[in-house]
């Protein structure tokens, strides 16, 4: 799991922290422009045997140590994997950016790759990425994450998307098609009231984290895009959270709340355990991690997550690598790079081992194929999106963010403050 499995109450507060010793220690040190990998690197990079070092974060340990033993089985050159404790990670960067002594290569989470990429953390490797032939089809969230002044810094690591899904069991004994996914989102109000109808005990209609700003960008910003709406200005510096599909979507939860359908719990739950009650067969429906699925033990249905009045999409979040600023083996560095977004990494690693691939055109594959709904989740990746603004963090993340002011006012008081409380949301973003 990558961004949304542990308490975003800690990862955020020393995320602030760590982001702002960061900016300091780089202007500092007067090295917060960006480099450029060098402009005659072969199109594969350069395999001749080099030592490259590679950070990750600690939940992605189990993908990273796959992907890095199928690329050393395989080349001459050989990577040196570190994974860091997730609450340390940006600490450790922050204070290696300052140093000079970053890894050749690292991963960070999709939310953190704008800042880090305006602080000149990442060579330029634009040349590099617009020269492979199926660029179009890499995951479109993640190089625009990675994107500045048209320049290119990015590559998706692993992706982590959020679906749609739901219990069949409990959904064909409410009465329902278990097999039909919920079209618009009242199609998945209906679904939550009718599980929770059945008045079993410790079983509800839906859960979510309503202390957690994270499980809810994460999980509601879906249905806006997929009504055809914007959560944010093109340039990140002000919310449209105020929009007639957001208002719909937080009356829906507000309604939901209020009817009891909505897990016990979930006021006050700040992320620790927002799918628990899920995982654990108690849950009818909700917006849910892609990467748990194969952590079920029943029959679960799986789809994009709908808009008001239809459509589908997905949060795409998880984690974008490049090459470091401090990396003097850049045409190395690449290679893995170019390896890491091949048919060979893509399917040969992250498919077999059941991960969603980050390029459309590998979207059904020899193991995907296996199972439809993973071919729905690799799918639907493409319909998805990844929110970029400098000062993400502090607007949605944070304790108390404006973002989490502005749902808890509509789904747990009265609802009136949405445009009030959405300008506070752009006040932080436009800072």
């Known amino acids: 799991m990558t961004l949304f499995r542990r308490s975003f109450a800690l990862r955020a507060a020393t995320a602030m922290l760590a982001v702002g010793a960061l900016a300091g220690g780089l202007t500092a040190c007067g090295s917060s422009s960006n480099t450029a990998a060098p402009a005659d690197i072969p199109a594969e990079g350069t395999d001749d045997g080099a030592t490259l070092t590679l950070w990750t974060r600690a939940p992605l340990e189990k993908q990273a140590k796959e992907l890095v033993a199928a690329y050393n089985a395989s080349h001459k050159n050989q ?6 404790p997730n609450d340390d990670y940006v600490a450790k960067v922050g204070a290696a950016a300052g140093s000079g002594g970053l890894p050749d290569l690292f991963a ?13 953390l990442f060579q330029d ?14 995951n479109k969230g993640h ?11 990015v590559l998706p690591f692993v992706l982590d998307l959020s679906v749609m899904m ?7 004994e409410a009465g329902l098609d278990p097999e039909k996914a919920p079209a618009t989102v009242a199609d998945f109000a209906k679904t939550a009231e009718a599980v929770q ?31 055809g709406e914007e959560v944010l200005n093109a340039d990140g510096t002000a919310s449209l959270l105020n929009n007639d599909a957001a208002k719909k979507v937080y009356s829906t939860w507000k309604d939901l709340e209020a009817s009891g359908a ?6 006050d739950e700040t992320g620790a355990t927002w799918v628990a009650g899920f995982q654990e067969g108690n849950v009818g429906i909700m917006p849910f991690p892609a990467t748990l699925l194969s952590s079920l033990t029943f029959d679960a249905g799986v789809a994009g997550i709908p808009g008001v009045d239809g459509g589908e999409s997905t949060f795409v979040g998880g984690d974008g690598i490049g090459v470091s600023k401090d990396s003097k083996q850049s045409a190395q560095a690449w290679n893995f790079l170019s390896w890491l977004t091949s048919e060979d990494a893509q399917v040969g690693v992250l498919a077999k081992d059941g991960s969603t691939v980050s390029r459309s055109d590998l979207a059904s594959n020899e193991y995907s194929s296996k199972d439809p709904r993973q071919v729905a989740i690799n799918e639907v990746a493409g319909k998805g999106k990844t929110p970029v603004a400098l000062n993400f963090q502090q607007a949605f993340n944070a304790p108390g963010s404006p973002w989490l002011t502005l749902v808890r006012n509509a789904v747990l008081g009265d609802g009136s403050s949405i445009d009030a409380d959405n300008d506070e949301i752009t006040a932080v973003l436009a800072q």
């Open 262 to 267: 909505v897990a016990p719990g979930s006021a």
């Open 108 to 120: 960070a989470d999709i939310v953190y790759v704008p800042n880090w990429v305006q602080q000149g």
């Open 166 to 172: 739901w219990n069949k069991e409990l959904v064909k």
């Open 143 to 153: 190089l625009d994450a990675g994107t500045l002044d048209g320049k290119e810094y």
């Open 79 to 84: 990577v040196e994997l570190t994974v860091v």
């Open 197 to 227: 109808a059945l008045n079993k005990p410790g079983v509800s209609g839906t859960s979510t984290g309503l202390n957690c700003g994270g499980c809810l960008l994460f999980t509601w910003f879906p249905s806006i895009w997929a009504s």
């Open 125 to 138: 490797i634009t040349p590099q990425i617009d020269g492979l032939s199926y660029k179009d089809t890499i």
